[in-house]
Structures are given as structure tokens and as C-alpha cells.
């Protein structure tokens, strides 16, 4: 069913591609096609904003517009058909991937970026 409610907007015109915003999504409701970053499926958006933090071109924002209910059925049917539906963001600084450890978004100089928790004491310490 149709509503209005929050969910992510994407600007086509900042958006480079990157995939950086994919992995914050639990969802799995972006994916990059095309070369940009598309909200697949109103549905598997919960409008959340997970992702806002991590891109680099200030492309993503909550927007309020008509769309389709949040569904917690379809994003378990969507995660279980595409259980690699992102790109494995690395940590900075030691460049294990999320696949080998849980990593953390993260801003420096002004950049996302993203930091395992192996090596976030130090930088907590630094
Ligand atoms: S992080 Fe930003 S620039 Fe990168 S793909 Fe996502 S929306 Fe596009």
C-alpha cells in the first residue's frame, strides 16, 4: 500500500558511483546499476538513513513522498536471493574488509571512510 512517509532520495547529479552507501543499507535496498546508487525498491527502504553519513558527495537525503509501505517480509525475501548484494567496504587503515571483520563508518578530513574495530582503540587512543 501507498503512503506518504521518509525515505532516501538519491541525487543522480552528485551521486559518482561509488558503492560506499551500499553496505550501510541492512536492507539491501541500494545497489549501484547503471553507475549510480538507486533505491531498488521503495518497499526495502525504511527510510532509516544509515547510509547518509558515509557519501562522499553529499548525494543522499530523506525526503518525504509517496511510496510504498516499509516491508520487513520482502527485504528477508531480497537478502536471502542476494546474499552479496554490496561491496565489502574496507577499514583505512589496516584494509581488512567487512567480510573478515566488522568495520565502522567513520569521517576524516572532511572524508567517509571506514575504520575495523580492531583498529579503532587506537584511533579512540591516538
Ligand atoms: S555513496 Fe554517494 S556517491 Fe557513492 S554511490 Fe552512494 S550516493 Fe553515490
Known sequence: MKRNRKIVRIDEERCTGCGQCVSPCAEGAIE???GKARVIKD???DGAGFCLG?????????EEREAEDFSEEAVHRHVKENPR???????H?????????????CRRDGESAWVCTHCLP?????
Do not use: F, K, N
Request: glycine fraction near 4%; hydrophobic fraction near 40%.
Open 54 to 62: 558515509v557519501c562522499p558527495e553529499g548525494a543522499l537525503s530523506i
Open 122 to 126: 587506537a584511533l579512540i587512543h591516538a
Open 32 to 34: 549501484i546499476r547503471d
Open 85 to 91: 548484494a554490496y561491496i565489502p567496504q574496507q577499514c
Open 93 to 105: 587503515r589496516c584494509g581488512r574488509d567487512e567480510d573478515e571483520v566488522t568495520v565502522l563508518p
Open 43 to 45: 518497499e526495502l527502504c
